[in-house]
């Protein structure tokens, strides 16, 4: 039970990751441990999907819960002041390829914690 408890504490520190613990496995779809580019790109399209509150096909800076700065800037890349799948995608992808620091095509749990302490900085 203590051990759940300290488990669910680890889970909550890791929620502010780029996947929380629980978005891992639901992304690590075949368990392996790693996130293939093809697993990435499926766990983007559903995030994506779910963030769209309104369904209207874009995201406002709000429902990606991001601020408006030049994050969001580089992302809306037609400057429609909302993220298309697309663009939303393409963002991801190069979150991907800069995690992926041993350029195998996947990212493993320590190329993630990696490129989530690389971010803080
Ligand atoms: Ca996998
Ligand atoms: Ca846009
Ligand atoms: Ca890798």
Known sequence: ?????????????FASAVYANDDWKAIDTDGNGSISKAEHDAGVTA??????ANSDGQLSAAEAGMK???DWTAADA????SL??????AK?????????????GSISKAEHDAAKMAKKR
């Open 78 to 81: 037609d400057s429609n002041g």
């Open 68 to 70: 408006p700065g030049a």
């Open 92 to 104: 991801k992808s190069a979150w991907f390829a800069t995690a992926d620091a041993d350029g195998n």
């Open 84 to 89: 298309s799948s697309a663009e939303f995608t």
């Open 1 to 13: 039970m203590k051990i759940a408890l300290i488990a669910a504490a680890a889970g909550l520190t």
């Open 47 to 52: 995030a994506w999907t779910k963030k769209d």
